[in-house]
């Protein structure tokens, strides 16, 4: 298949965006105060799960500069509740913006205070009485799934809020006849996204136009107007929905917020525009948690290492006020991974508890499938006593098979997987690694080797309800500028300058004379967000159609000019030439002044002007299971190969990585250092969601890692050293061949690390299966070892 892979596409071009950012001229929602701006801040439930008795904001109410204060009963009474997307499996609850009769995690937004300004809105906070009827808290997802257990949702009657169910003809058979069967019980912690710019919302309701602007730190601003339209019962077409430059997101700022949909009606009921801009201890409260599932999961196999089957039973614990089901769909559809998997049954449980909502994170459902399965390869290969190589190449799913149709229905777009390990292995020179490895062990240190390789699926129909599409509109100003307007907003991911780049290789137009527009939602077409990788897969080819159009007109006209057929001609150096004759040109601004000018030069039938749009639809999504259950909800699956070396710290626990060794494949690549960035970004976010990172909660609901002192994230001196490479196998998919790249550096460290370092202290019989790995959690897992051996 070819692939219209022609500069500036594919090149290293600098970032149109990056100027603004490191002159700090960015401009985000708290750089922004309209006039008579007041401001919000919230009281928050003290309890994790207890009924509301009664309210006192009387006094709160009466300070000076304070403008309202309203209640989970004042709101309900004016506003619809907010709807519960995803599929019929997920039991529906009613959810407001604040809390209604009970409060269901610790730092629910029962009550909201408006005031001149934040620093009198909290003060009046802290007067606001709460009297509390404390009920019994679950925290544990599995305790929570007793019959017996406290109920979160009393109205649906049950913690258990989702259930999936899929499996293959003969399961059972194929572990009864399987020479080795391999059960472990492997879990993925808490996490959150820590954006460098946390939520921020400011709402301004004109009352003389009847008219809402909501300026929010969204990256999913035309939902976003959709929902507020819906809750308000407000017409759409007069709100307008902005996110300027916006701070990072990761996943978490894709999903709608309570407090995202409560100041639109504060601002109306108050006719003032009202900001809230969410602190970081609120952040790590309240903003959406990921990952966090506990895996039963079961592997067949020969003992030559041949996979057979696997039975996995996935426990997902949702939080409590959940909104969507998509990380358990995406876990249970891609456990199966990389390798040939035929055999393959899964029971998914997504479980309400008293904790934060859980929602999207980079590398949703993906994550926590990558890591169980890459763990269990290992645990398979140390118990067949293979090398964790050997293993994988044995299994992997070969190149000559894509597109790939996986037991679960997944349509594997390209892949070679044994290339891109052995490159990896290669770069990393393992077996050197190895040689240096046995060396290390006899003088006494503890040096590991991990391997993995990670499938990120990407442009999902069914996470966000997108139904697989993006949207851009093109137009050529008189002046020979172009104007592009996307569907999707970007928060880091350099939209700006790659449409830029697949319009210029297009239409011959100057790469530093074209605009990109992106996250306004009165100017642009409308879209679903930027997540899921999906900016490649759908948004650029979305950008490319419409250059492509716009091509073809400017060669219809230039054809008529020149009398030449449009085949014959092509767009260089600004001018469009015949391509037998390349001294017979027109200039590109002719032809633009004949678009605008001397319409009468037409050719028959053409509209004037410049302007096209663009859709692009994934072709190979299934919507809809087959008679076996089987469906394909991704449209590209990019993948990496990882090696990472490790040396352990027996005695303190702490874990030094030596280098982290990774080949990517994302298909054709529109911007590579692009790629690069997002990739070494992504990266270490992976390694401190494997070593540092934690959100823990008590018994009784508490959060304990509240701060940046507790929740620790990974600063400048924790970047190992990092090689990154990449192959390319284009996604048949796609016009432009391209695949997601945002989210697969993330996948990688937990497996990799976690394989690194359980290689490492095998000599002392270490066992992992949970994360992350602390030095706390080493030590304990050294003396359980040492504990166990000395019992033997």
Known sequence: MEFPITPPIGERVRRKETLRFVTGTGRYVDDLLPPDTLHAAF???ACAHARIKAIDVEAARTMPGVHAVFTGEDI???????????????????????AVDKVRYFGEPLAVVVADNRYLAEDAVEIVSVDYEPLPVVVDPEAAM???????????GSNI????????????KVFQQADVVIKERIRSHRITACPIEPRAYLAHFNQQEDSLTMWSATANPHSLRTRIADILSFPESRIRVIAPDVGGSFGIKIQTYQEELLLPFLSRELARPVKWCETRVEHLRNGRHGRDQIHYIEMALKKDGTMLGIRDKIIADMGSTYTVDHSIMASALYVPGVYQIQNYSVDAFGVSTNKTTHGSLRGIGKADASYVIERLVDIAARELRLDPVEIRMKNFIPAEAFPYRNVTGALYDSGQYHLCLERALEIAGYEQLRKEQEELRRNGQYRGIGVALVMEPTSSSRIHATGGYASCRMRIDPSGAATVFSSMGEQGQGHETTIAQIVASQTGIPFEKIHVIHGDTLPTPYGFGTGSSRSSVVLMPSAWVAAKKMREKMLGIAARSLGVVPDKLDIANGKVSSKDDPGRSVEIMEIVRTAYGAIHLLPENMEPGLETMGYFVNPNIDYTPDEKGRMNTFSSYPYAAIVAVVDVDVETGFIKIIRYCTVHDCGNMINPQIVDTQQQGSIMQGIGAALYEELRYDEEGQLLTS???????PSVEEVPEIALEHIITPNPFTPLGAKGAGETGMLGPPPALCNAVEDALSPLGVKIRETPLTPERILDLIEKAKSKSAHA
């Open 76 to 98: 309900a009474q004016k506003i619809k509740p907010l709807r519960v997307s995803g599929s019929s499996l997920l039991r529906q609850i009613k959810l407001y913006p604040l």
């Open 161 to 172: 809020v989702y259930k999936y169910h899929f499996a293959t003809d003969g399961i059972d």
């Open 146 to 156: 007793e019959p017996a257990s406290a109920c979160v949702h009393e109205d649906v």
């Open 707 to 713: 701060t940046l002192m507790d929740y620790r994230l």
């Open 43 to 45: 009281v928050r439930s």
